[in-house]
């Protein structure tokens, strides 16, 4: 502690080639790491874990993963960072409110998208790909069950790449909940809001944009605009051809509604527990699903990286 009694600001460890690229004003996309400790089964996350990271290289950014070891923020990791990410299952599920209790604890845990977009954004990232949001869950009116991926997508300035929210969430609510906040919504060369492991959630977005540069044309026009510190969601759906069969979908879907209910899960558990069950129910097809997202949210991130720091040079 300081002299006049403020504490300083826990140190952002960047890995070096984040920092250098960052310095350079090079493209650098963040990526979480709860979808791989948390989101995906063993061995595959580890394999997951260095493949996005290798599509963020192969589009020429580079990549940023985010995570809390041994109570220090780290954005980009290390070989064998990643690896205990995806392989140390003592690994916490952090979400934004949860790092200053991890930090001051000197725990380790992957993060949210709301712990992740709000270390990156400090860390001076503009962009962030991953596979779904968080957002209001099925039966908020008894449990009142909403991500903090939401309020913090409304407080920061990051433009956020995503397969839409998760198919498990009240798609229509957790909508509404976007625009009350404030958080812009477009859908990349579509007008229907993609459900994660389906191509269309059955909802239409209002804005659609059809290449990289249009995407980097609206955040800096966030930034002309000034005001709320608020967040770009761009809804980019799983191709038709990789989407989890709709009915299957539904049929297991429900089933594990039913599961979660009778097995009282609750609070963090819950979003881990339906995407595992699943992944064990639809015999791993909603797991190919969810990756086909996730890679392609990440290779069109990578691509907004580049385009918005051409734009900077
Ligand atoms: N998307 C995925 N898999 C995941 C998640 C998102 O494809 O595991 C995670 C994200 O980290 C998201 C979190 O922030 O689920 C939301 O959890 P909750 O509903 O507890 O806020
Ligand atoms: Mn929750």
């Not at 923020?73 to 290390?78: A, E, I, K, N, T």
């Not at 003592?90 to 725990?107: I, N, Q, T, V």
């Not at 939401?150 to 790449?161: E, G, M, Q, S």
């Not at 229907?192 to 944009?209: C, H, I, N, Q």
Request: glycine share 10%; hydrophobic share 50%; with cysteine.
């Amino acid at each position: 502690m300081s002299t006049d009694g403020s504490v300083p600001a826990p140190a952002l460890a960047l890995s070096e080639e984040v920092a250098d690229a960052l310095a350079r004003r090079a493209p650098v996309v963040a990526l979480e790491s709860t979808i791989i400790a948390h989101g995906l089964p063993r061995p595959r996350n580890l394999r997951v874990a260095r493949e996005l990271e290798q599509i963020v290289r192969d589009a020429g950014a580079v990549p940023a993963t985010v995570a809390v070891l041994d109570g220090v923020p780290h954005v980009g990791l290390d070989k064998d960072q990643v690896e205990r990410v995806a392989e140390d299952p003592a690994l916490r599920k952090l979400g934004f409110r949860d790092l200053a209790p991890a930090l001051a604890a000197g725990a380790s845990g992957a993060t949210t998208v709301s712990g992740t977009a709000f270390l990156a954004a400090r860390a001076g990232i503009r962009v962030f790909g991953t596979g779904g949001l968080g957002g209001v869950h099925r039966g908020w009116t008894s449990v009142q069950d909403e991500s903090a991926d939401l309020r913090l997508l409304a407080a920061t300035r990051i433009t956020v790449v995503c397969a839409g929210v998760k198919s498990i969430l009240d798609v229509p609510a957790t909508l509404q909940r976007l625009e009350t906040l404030g958080v812009g919504v477009v859908g990349y060369g579509t007008d229907r809001f993609p459900g994660f492991y389906l191509t269309d959630s059955g909802e239409p977005v209002d804005w659609t944009v059809a290449s990289a540069d249009g995407i980097a044309a609206v955040m800096a026009a966030q930034d002309a605009l000034g005001g709320l510190e608020s967040a770009l969601v761009v809804a980019n759906p799983v191709p038709r051809e990789r989407q989890l069969d709709p009915d299957l979908h539904d049929r297991v879907l429900a089933e594990a509604l039913a599961a979660a209910d009778r097995d009282g899960v609750t609070g963090q558990a819950i979003t881990p527990f339906l995407l595992a069950y699943l992944t064990e129910h639809t015999r791993g097809a909603s797991l190919e699903a969810n990756l086909a997202a996730v890679r392609g949210n990440v290779a069109l991130a990578a691509a907004i990286a580049v385009a918005w720091s051409s734009r900077a040079a």
